[in-house]
């Protein structure tokens, strides 16, 4: 019932290639993804030997211009092609995202040479995932107080610092790392660290509750040498830089909890049709059909916004009110819509036998990564009141 198999049910008009590209992406992941997702959720397997045929989908570099090695797709595509992924597998959902954010930075603010040394290799699959080096551990949402260090030492930048929570951290080709090269967030810088780059480590991976395959590390650097033709655009320009990629990085996230709510709806419905209490099928009950009913608005409402926000993201170039709005809302029903699915399973939505069980711990990390539920409310609160002092 998903707008990405049945794109007109929503009555918004999408077009042939944006339906093509996110059915693509969901049949991938229903086909190559799922079947192994229980198993490397358990294991807390990265999903490595799946880069390369994602890379020939076109969908590691989805936001980089056809010219630099990319797809060139618009963010409504982006969504729908999120979405379809994280149907089979939310772990890989939030690979592609950090990797399609970092890819999206290096195709608009990297130099010729950092395109094609980094960007057409990676985007061609050569180089495995990216990686998107923001937080610290004594900073998520404060990213302007990080103290990762870049100390221009001759031809290099020396770093020194520590990173938090980054996706893909071990198995990356390549990091964006943002470190300190002066005083307040008009002294943060943007740079291209290599993998094996030397004075580069990477710590445990994170016992985590869900997305327990996407490869969650810390990053230290200790020493970290840099070439300076590595800065990402100019000295201290790299705050903004970050900042300018959050709103389809928000999109995307919106799409991987449409993609993960759809799958949990669609084993409840199932689930109810199925079972049988006091002599009928579950979906009889009035109050099966009315919690079905109530996730089904929740999330068509949910699709509406996400849409509306990657359109004014393609019209307009920003949209920082309605991006926040489509994460913040796509996030929270996401989670609703998934516990109501598990308490349709009753005791059974508990095992791990059902599918629902790891939907729902997948779920609940959405609502906290991407600028989590209170920051989103901030920046929604502080376009209202820009715009009520005008």
Same mark, same amino acid.
């Given at each position: 019932?998903?707008?990405?198999?049945?794109?007109?049910?929503?009555?918004?008009?999408?077009?042939?290639?944006?339906?093509?590209?996110?059915?693509?992406?969901?049949?991938?992941?229903?086909?190559?993804?799922?079947?192994?997702?229980?198993?490397?959720?358990?294991?807390?397997?990265?999903?490595?030997?799946?880069?390369?045929?994602?890379?020939?989908?076109?969908?590691?570099?989805?936001?980089?211009?056809?010219?630099?090695?990319?797809?060139?797709?618009?963010?409504?595509?982006?969504?729908?092609?999120?979405?379809?992924?994280?149907?089979?597998?939310?772990?890989?959902?939030?690979?592609?995202?950090?990797?399609?954010?970092?890819?999206?930075?290096?195709?608009?603010?990297?130099?010729?040479?950092?395109?094609?040394?980094?960007?057409?290799?990676?985007?061609?699959? /050569?180089? %495995? =995932?990216? &990686?998107?080096?923001? *937080?610290?551990?004594?900073?998520?949402? #404060? +990213?302007?107080? $990080?103290? @990762?260090?870049?100390?221009?030492?001759?031809?290099?930048?020396?770093?020194?610092?520590?990173?938090?929570?980054?996706?893909?951290?071990?198995?990356?080709?390549?990091?964006?790392?943002?470190? /300190?090269? %002066? =005083?307040? &967030?008009?002294?943060? *810088?943007?740079?291209?660290?290599?993998? #094996? +780059?030397?004075? $580069?480590? @990477?710590?445990?991976?994170?016992?985590?509750?869900?997305?327990?395959?996407?490869?969650?590390?810390?990053?230290?650097?200790?020493?970290?040498?840099?070439?300076?033709?590595?800065?990402?655009?100019?000295? %201290?320009?790299?705050?903004?830089?970050?900042?300018?990629?959050?709103?389809?990085?928000?999109?995307?996230?919106?799409?991987?909890?449409?993609?993960?709510?759809?799958?949990?709806?669609?084993?409840?419905?199932?689930?109810?049709?199925?079972?049988?209490?006091?002599?009928?099928?579950?979906?009889?009950?009035?109050?099966?059909?009315?919690?079905?009913?109530?996730?089904?608005?929740?999330?068509?409402?949910?699709?509406?916004?996400?849409?509306?926000?990657?359109?004014?993201?393609?019209?307009?170039?920003?949209?920082?009110?309605?991006?926040?709005?489509?994460?913040?809302?796509?996030?929270?029903?996401?989670?609703?819509?998934?516990?109501?699915?598990?308490?349709?399973?009753?005791?059974?939505?508990?095992?791990?036998?059902?599918?629902?069980?790891?939907?729902?711990?997948?779920?609940?990390?959405?609502?906290?990564?991407?600028?989590?539920?209170?920051?989103?409310?901030?920046?929604?609160?502080?376009?209202?009141?820009?715009?009520?002092?005008?």
């Amino acid at each position: 019932m998903d707008p990405i198999t049945h794109p007109d049910r929503l009555g918004v008009p999408l077009t042939e290639e944006q339906i093509a590209i996110g059915q693509a992406a969901r049949q991938f992941a229903l086909d190559r993804l799922l079947p192994g997702a229980a198993q490397r959720d358990q294991a807390g397997a990265y999903p490595l030997e799946f880069l390369e045929e994602l890379a020939g989908l076109g969908l590691l570099a989805m936001k980089v211009h056809e010219d630099d090695g990319g797809s060139g797709v618009d963010n409504v595509a982006y969504l729908l092609a999120m979405a379809g992924i994280a149907e089979g597998c939310a772990s890989t959902a939030v690979i592609l995202a950090s990797s399609n954010l970092a890819s999206q930075i290096l195709g608009i603010h990297g130099s010729p040479a950092q395109k094609e040394t980094w960007l057409r290799p990676y985007a061609e699959g /050569r180089l %495995g =995932p990216a &990686s998107f080096a923001l *937080s610290e551990p004594h900073c998520g949402s #404060d +990213a302007a107080a $990080l103290r @990762t260090t870049a100390r221009l030492d001759g031809d290099d930048y020396v770093l020194d610092g520590s990173k938090m929570w980054i996706t893909s951290g071990a198995h990356a080709g390549f990091h964006l790392v943002f470190a /300190r090269t %002066g =005083p307040g &967030s008009g002294g943060i *810088s943007c740079f291209v660290v290599p993998g #094996d +780059a030397s004075g $580069l480590s @990477t710590g445990r991976e994170e016992d985590k509750m869900g997305q327990r395959a996407s490869g969650t590390v810390a990053l230290h650097l200790d020493k970290c040498r840099v070439p300076v033709d590595h800065r990402v655009g100019e000295e %201290g320009r790299g705050y903004p830089i970050a900042l300018s990629a959050l709103g389809g990085g928000r999109v995307g996230i919106a799409g991987l909890c449409l993609g993960l709510a759809e799958a949990a709806f669609a084993e409840g419905l199932r689930y109810a049709a199925d079972r049988t209490a006091f002599g009928k099928p579950v979906l009889d009950f009035q109050n099966s059909r009315f919690v079905l009913a109530d996730a089904r608005t929740e999330l068509d409402a949910a699709w509406l916004m996400a849409i509306r926000a990657a359109t004014l993201l393609d019209r307009d170039g920003r949209a920082p009110m309605a991006s926040s709005m489509a994460k913040l809302y796509a996030s929270e029903v996401c989670d609703r819509v998934v516990d109501r699915m598990l308490q349709l399973h009753g005791g059974y939505g508990y095992s791990r036998e059902y599918r629902i069980e790891q939907l729902y711990r997948d779920a609940r990390v959405t609502r906290i990564y991407e600028g989590s539920s209170e920051i989103q409310r901030l920046l929604i609160g502080r376009e209202l009141a820009r715009h009520a002092a005008r």
